[in-house]
């Protein structure tokens, strides 16, 4: 099933990629009443992480957030493998961005705007959220970025 919300993702040259599947002992994403929260999700395209390394060092800041925008795509990904429906998210509650920082890094906001950049593209006023952006020392497989996302759901 597709609606609105993936017209506008084809609209801006972006596919609804397939579920990552679960590094480890989770899910991709579960639902509680009206609420999705997503696991942290990686910069991942076809089951393989696009680059590795520390932001500030051996990826630049523009990658990461570009990065952080697939990241955000595979979010929307694990929320419909739950929902059934994009069209059914009401609102983006939360965002989190975990960034693996080089030592003076501290760009970190900058770089999880890729992930909020694309949440507002595809869902306009409904992609608008509170969130954090953190800097960490090693992320998952040493991805750059990972981020998770919390959604509220129109009722069924």
Known sequence: MSGA?????????LTLPAVVPPLAAYQPAV??????????????????????????GEVTAEEAKKLAATCAL???????????????????VKVVGFV???PDFTGQP????????LLGAVL???????????GVTVLPLD????????VELVEA
Do not use: C, F, W
Not at 5 to 13: C, F, P, R, S, T
Not at 110 to 117: H, K, R
Not at 143 to 150: D, K, L, R, W
């Open 5 to 13: 919300v993936e017209a506008k993702l084809a609209e801006l040259g």
């Open 31 to 56: 639902q509680s009443g009206v609420y999705v929260y997503t696991s942290g999700q990686l910069p991942m395209v076809g089951g393989e992480l696009q680059l590795t390394g520390k932001v500030g």
């Open 74 to 92: 595979n979010a929307l990904a694990a929320v419909k493998s739950v929902a059934g429906d994009l069209d059914r998210i009401k609102r983006v």
């Open 100 to 102: 693996a920082s080089a």
């Open 110 to 117: 900058g770089v999880i705007n890729g992930a909020s950049e």
């Open 124 to 134: 306009g006023d409904k992609g608008v959220h509170a969130r954090s952006a953190v």
């Open 143 to 150: 991805a750059p970025v990972e981020v998770e996302v919390q």
